[in-house]
Structures are given as structure tokens and as C-alpha cells.
């Protein structure tokens, strides 16, 4: 993408974004907010679940090893 196009691109944003501070008026913070805080709270659930996924996993794969390393160990 030419510089030229980027610029242009920049220039649509910002006049749809003032338009819409225009519009919004006094409720423009709390819409802001609530859009960063909504895409946090996603964010936060996401890591959630794959911290869970990786937790699971090492606890699987921890316990088989150590099950191995102890029947190695044994003897038998």
C-alpha cells in the first residue's frame, strides 16, 4: 500500500470518527468504555480458557511421565 493510499485511508478514519463524536455527543466516553472494556472482558475469557487448555495438558503429560519414570525405576 503507497503512502499516498495510507494517507487517504488515515483521512476517511478521522472524519468518520469525528462525525461520530459529533453525533454521539456527551455519550461518546461511555460507548468508547463500554466497547474497550466489552473486547477486554473476550480477551481475558480467551487467555482463561487456553491457560486452562495448557494447565490440563502439563498435568496429563506430567503425570504419564512420572508414572513411566517410576515403572523404570521399579524394575519390573
Same mark, same amino acid.
Given at each position: 500500500? /503507497? =503512502?499516498?493510499?495510507?494517507?487517504?485511508?488515515?483521512?476517511?478514519? %478521522?472524519?468518520? =470518527?469525528? *462525525?461520530? %463524536?459529533?453525533?454521539?455527543?456527551?455519550?461518546?466516553? #461511555?460507548?468508547?468504555? #463500554?466497547?474497550?472494556?466489552?473486547?477486554?472482558?473476550?480477551?481475558? %475469557? %480467551? *487467555?482463561?480458557?487456553?491457560?486452562?487448555?495448557?494447565?490440563?495438558?502439563?498435568?496429563?503429560?506430567?503425570?504419564?511421565?512420572?508414572?513411566? =519414570?517410576?515403572?523404570?525405576? /521399579?524394575?519390573?
Amino acid at each position: 500500500m /503507497s =503512502v499516498l493510499a495510507r494517507f487517504i485511508v488515515a483521512g476517511v478514519l %478521522a472524519v468518520i =470518527v469525528i *462525525l461520530l %463524536a459529533i453525533v454521539l455527543g456527551d455519550y461518546g466516553p #461511555w460507548y468508547f468504555s #463500554w466497547l474497550l472494556g466489552t473486547g477486554f472482558m473476550i480477551l481475558v %475469557a %480467551a *487467555l482463561g480458557g487456553v491457560l486452562f487448555e495448557a494447565q490440563e495438558e502439563a498435568a496429563e503429560s506430567g503425570a504419564s511421565g512420572k508414572a513411566k =519414570v517410576a515403572k523404570e525405576t /521399579s524394575g519390573y
